[in-house]
């Protein structure tokens, strides 16, 4: 969903262009006008972000470590309540509790210290990420109308055109892409993003330079590359939310854009500028080939230092500063070793097992918690048992079932991505269920 919110940056892309086609037509408001009008609606727009924040609620985390646990709890409940209404069973009971410490908000000095000295490797993947990305996108996006008038002989005036389609590819990447994340994990999907974006713009410089692109099939290049370059660069902005403390999610993100745009982002277009401007097709494409290579390099960094937060709460992958100095704290993520843990936290006696379910923050006993972490296998995961269970009493009572029909009977849509799959591959594993034919599974023996 996060992924999909993101993306969805792309739609006014496609809408601002649409405008422009109007705006920017000389037989429908004179040149001069047009161009302030298109910046008069972007401030017009900036104001309803004054309205969105009215309406926009605060987390029960950041309720709770601000000391305004009664409001978090009143958050809580309600969100119980729907989800018992929706899915008709009960939560789970929550796991070890954590303790936290309201205090004040984290001030700029002591984030750049848990950043930068707390969480170095982390630090380093979420500036390769965000180089990476801001270089792509200021390669390409914002020198589209220059490469396509000036290569390709396009008309100004048809820019936009080029530019909706463009908008609509980089769309639909997180949309297409963004459940993945969750069912197959971040690491491959952010790295498998980054290589794969990387690879075909090197690709797309190789067929520059030979000549034999036209606008249209340039455009279509384009497409097919912001596709899986969208979905990785979106998931960029998350990672670098999600793997620092909690207390520091905001300004992570807007250290590592300002960062790695600041880098991406001037180095970007004055290369690209100077490269348009010499009219050779190839040296445009050592540029492409330039952001290729960065792309390729975050998604190898990614490989090595991503961390595994699918399915995670976000304090058991960085201990809140709010807990530091108070027992029962959760561990490091994977791939974290014990300099990269707080100092008052230990490094953990044995690796993190994957997550199986969902983790919500939840209340007991006045105390704040995330739900308890367990392996996949159904000897150790009740949750997966439970749901195999299901799908069997299913098949004996109601006969063989297709196995959308009886993920529909079972509610498995309230499982959690990935959850229906893995049910069922453990039930056909121990026998207990069997496949009749294409997509048909029955009862079994055992």
């Not at 330039?290 to 792309?295: C, F, P």
């Not at 992958?317 to 974290?336: H, N, W």
Request: some cysteine.
């Amino acid at each position: 969903v996060d992924l999909l919110v993101n993306g969805s940056y792309w739609l006014g892309t496609a809408a601002g262009a649409s405008a422009t086609l109007v705006l920017l037509d000389p037989h429908v408001i004179a040149l001069d006008l047009g161009w302030r009008t298109c910046f008069f609606l972007g401030a017009v727009l900036g104001l309803g972000i004054l309205l969105v924040r009215r309406h926009l609620p605060e987390s029960p985390r950041w309720l709770v470590t601000h000391g305004r646990p009664e409001e978090a709890d009143r958050v809580v409940d309600d969100i119980e309540r729907r989800v018992r209404a929706s899915t008709g069973q009960e939560l789970a009971e929550p796991g070890p509790p954590l303790q936290i410490r309201p205090r004040p908000a984290a001030g700029i000095l002591e984030v750049a210290r848990t950043v930068l000295v707390t969480y170095p490797r982390r630090s380093i993947l979420g500036l390769s990420l965000f180089v990476g990305q801001a270089f792509l996108y200021n390669a390409v996006f914002f020198t589209y109308a220059l490469v396509l008038t000036t290569f390709y002989k396009v008309d100004a005036g048809a820019v936009g055109y080029y530019l909706i389609a463009f908008a609509a590819g980089n769309f639909l990447g997180p949309l297409v892409l963004g459940r993945l994340f969750d069912v197959v994990g971040r690491r491959p999907m952010i790295a498998g993003t980054y290589l794969l974006s990387g690879v075909m713009l090197a690709v797309t410089a190789w067929l520059l330079d030979r000549g034999v692109l036209t606008a249209d099939t340039q455009t279509v290049a384009w497409i097919v590359i912001f596709f899986f370059a969208s979905a990785g660069a979106s998931a960029a902005y998350l990672t670098v939310s999600e793997i620092f403390p909690m207390e520091t999610r905001a300004l992570a993100i807007a250290f590592f854009y300002a960062v790695g745009t600041g880098i991406g982002g001037i180095i970007g277009p004055a290369l690209f500028g100077n490269l348009i401007a010499t009219k050779r097709p190839g040296d445009m494409a050592i540029g492409y080939l330039v952001g290729g290579l960065l792309m390729g390099g975050a998604g190898v960094v990614e490989v090595f230092l991503g961390v595994d937060a699918e399915r995670t709460s976000l304090e058991e992958i960085a201990t809140p500063l709010s807990a530091q100095g108070v027992t029962d704290r959760p561990g490091s993520a994977p791939g974290e070793t014990a300099q990269d843990l707080p100092a008052a936290v230990p490094a953990p006696a044995r690796p993190r097992p994957r997550a199986t379910g969902p983790s919500p923050y939840r209340r007991t006993g006045g105390t704040w918690a995330p739900l308890p972490r367990t392996s996949v296998s159904p000897h150790t995961d009740p949750a997966l048992a439970g749901e195999v269970d299901a799908l069997v009493r299913h098949l004996r009572d109601g006969g063989p079932a297709t196995g959308a029909v009886l993920g529909r009977a079972v509610g498995a849509r309230f499982w959690g991505p990935g959850r229906f799959r893995a049910a069922l591959r453990s039930g056909l594993a121990s026998g207990r269920i069997r496949r009749i034919g294409p997509g048909r599974y029955a009862a079994g023996s055992s």
